[in-house]
């Protein structure tokens, strides 16, 4: 899967993961506020974690060295 891709999948997450706060945890505006802010932090931090391993993979910054005798 490409970049875009898994991105667009962490973001989709992020919403019904959103929907389902306001729908299950109906306590007042402030907590709603509160819950929808931790979910968006915490997709955010996910994805954020995702996409810089995944990068890093792409170019890494050691080159393993050969050995012609092997």
Same mark, same amino acid.
């Given at each position: 899967? $490409?970049?875009?891709?898994?991105? !667009?999948?962490?973001?989709? #997450? $992020?919403?019904?993961? =959103?929907? =389902?706060?306001?729908? +299950? =945890?109906?306590?007042g505006?402030?907590?709603?506020?509160?819950? !929808?802010t931790l979910?968006?932090?915490?997709?955010? =931090? +996910?994805?954020?974690?995702?996409?810089?391993?995944?990068?890093?993979?792409?170019?890494? !910054?050691?080159?393993? #060295?050969?050995?012609?005798?092997?």
């Amino acid at each position: 899967m $490409g970049f875009l891709v898994t991105s !667009l999948i962490f973001a989709v #997450i $992020g919403v019904i993961a =959103c929907f =389902c706060s306001l729908i +299950c =945890c109906n306590r007042g505006a402030s907590t709603n506020l509160f819950h !929808l802010t931790l979910i968006t932090t915490a997709t955010i =931090c +996910c994805w954020m974690m995702w996409a810089i391993v995944y990068l890093a993979q792409m170019k890494p !910054l050691i080159v393993p #060295i050969l050995n012609d005798s092997e």
